[in-house]
């Protein structure tokens, strides 16, 4: 959910990426489809490229991990042809609004422990 928020906003605020608009219903049901294939790339692919890139996640104290998101967000754009970027740091800068946003949500929102 937030994930699809994020997107919206960075869709609205930047011209790093487009998510073609048609009409409203068509619009949001590609973000609940990106936003699903986003969940399942992070779940299956993610874990699998963080342990190919080990050794580079090491030398580089975890920087590399942008590189990971990157690639990750690359593969929405492929497997959802309605979102498209504009620019090769859009590929770097959607990932890490989505991780900012991601963050603040869960901070201002009360945990259920």
């Known amino acids: 959910m937030t994930s ?4 919206f906003f960075t869709d609205y605020f930047l011209d790093v990426i487009d998510i073609k608009y048609v009409d409203l219903p ?24 963080t342990a190919i890139s080990f050794p580079f996640l090491i030398l580089s ?3 590399f991990s942008i590189i990971i998101h990157a690639i990750v967000f690359f593969l ?3 497997f959802i042809p309605d979102i498209s970027v504009y620019a090769l740091w859009g ?19 009360p945990s259920n422990k």
């Open 4 to 7: 699809g928020l994020a997107l």
């Open 26 to 49: 068509s619009y949001l049901k590609t973000l609940v489809i990106a936003v699903v294939v986003l969940g399942l790339l992070n779940t299956f692919i993610k874990p699998f490229l």
């Open 61 to 63: 104290l975890g920087l």
């Open 76 to 78: 929405l754009t492929i």
């Open 91 to 109: 590929y770097f800068v959607v990932p890490i609004i989505l991780g900012i946003f991601n963050f603040l949500v869960h901070l201002l929102l």
